[in-house]
């Protein structure tokens, strides 16, 4: 409500204590909370156990260290160079959250971690925090998702439907000139895209029946908006640049003629919400990123997903190198469709994908934390 300014959402989402007493799969619920002296985290597990509670001790000052560790392992993760210190400044974090529930997660055999965050933490993934003792990442045990609040829209498992996506992207140079406040205008000059073309093609060819992608010159807001009133869908999938703000104004996605708002996705995606029979399991947000420095820049996916009324939406806390990413979206999809035969959730499907992406053993060394880290799954994990 904060961030659209009004609390006039038409999404009816359900709140997350029924889901944890409602969830059979095991599965933990972190809350983690920053204050002035101390890190505050609340555990849940599913099946309505009675709620556990940690915190970390901190003066002002060592909250501060809180702080610059965090801003430290997001810098370090967006460079690919980095991954002793990635393991190092992620161990800290693991060590504040997961450390003292360890046991318990075993003790019940939790299979899925699913995170509401406070400031600084939603930008940077959970599934890097680093155990030292197993010398392992948080997502090599668990599959991982997270929620922005303590309401879901409607959670549903992905298993009960077969998947028809709409793609779409832009992969060449684009400039736009953007106004800013007071009639200031801003030109904003986006780089090409190389592995888009790609990225969509092999989606097509794992999921049949999806129509063809709308590229470049065709990914324009009219003919977006005619594909969605016109097509049976139920996941969106957009390869192009975005940005994501705790600044409404700020969060865009890039569409060939225009920046599109999410303003304008209230409008957009309207016919979806209501057609509830069908509604969209899943937003994919390839090669956008979070606003820098911005602690609370991860409201801008979640601000994206509720007026698209998606279930989930997979996103990316940084733009990763262009060619891993579209490698990455083809084995998720894959994932997908092997999982919805087997009955598992959008969060191991994320799971499965990152973790092929670990055991590469290529020259294209795709298992450091910077190609496989920044994909993050919001809201539905089911």
């Not at 599913?46 to 801003?71: F, P, R, W």
């Not at 684009?174 to 989606?203: A, H, W, Y």
């Not at 060819?205 to 049976?232: G, H, M, R, T, W």
Request: with cysteine; hydrophobic share 40%; net charge neutral.
């Amino acid at each position: 409500n904060d961030f659209f300014g009004n609390a006039c959402l038409e999404a009816k989402p359900q709140e997350i204590d029924t889901v944890i007493k409602e969830t059979s799969s095991p599965t933990a619920f972190f809350y983690a909370i920053i204050l002035k002296d101390r890190l505050e985290v609340i555990l849940a597990l599913s099946g309505g156990k009675e709620l556990q509670h940690y915190h970390t001790n901190k003066s002002q000052d060592e909250v501060k260290t809180i702080k610059e560790t965090i801003k430290k392992l997001r810098t370090y993760l967006s460079n690919r160079t980095r991954t002793g210190d990635v393991k190092k400044e992620s161990q800290k974090v693991y060590n504040w959250l997961i450390k003292k529930a360890q046991k318990q997660l075993e003790i019940n055999q939790v299979q899925t971690l699913v995170f509401v965050l406070d400031g600084q933490l939603r930008n940077i993934p959970m599934a890097v925090l680093y155990n030292i003792e197993t010398e392992q990442y948080l997502v090599e045990d668990y599959a991982i998702a997270l929620t922005p609040g303590l309401q879901l829209l409607d959670p549903q498992p992905i298993k009960q439907v077969s998947l028809n996506v709409l793609t779409g992207g832009v992969s060449e140079r684009r400039k736009k000139e953007e106004i800013k406040n007071f009639g200031r205008t801003k030109r904003i000059d986006f780089p090409e895209i190389q592995f888009v073309k790609d990225e969509l093609t092999d989606i097509g060819l794992v999921i049949p029946n999806s129509p063809e992608p709308l590229l470049n010159k065709e990914f324009l807001k009219e003919q977006l908006l005619k594909e969605l009133k016109s097509a049976k869908f139920n996941a969106v999938h957009l390869a192009t640049h975005g940005n994501f703000s705790s600044n409404p104004e700020e969060t865009y996605i890039l569409t060939w003629d225009r920046l599109l708002k999410i303003q304008d996705l209230e409008n957009f995606f309207q016919i979806k919400r209501a057609n509830q029979s069908n509604p969209i399991e899943l937003l994919v947000l390839s090669a956008c990123k979070t606003a820098k420095g911005d602690e609370r820049a991860t409201l801008g996916i979640a601000g994206i997903a509720v007026r698209a009324g998606a279930r989930s939406t997979l996103a990316t806390l940084w733009p990763a190198f262009d060619e891993s990413t579209a490698e990455f979206m083809l084995l998720f999809y894959q994932q997908l469709i092997q999982n919805n035969a087997e009955n598992m959730t959008k969060a191991e499907a994320l799971r499965q994908a990152q973790l092929k992406f670990l055991d590469d053993k290529t020259e294209k060394r795709w298992n450091r934390p910077y190609f496989w880290a920044p994909f993050i799954l919001l809201g539905n994990w089911l």
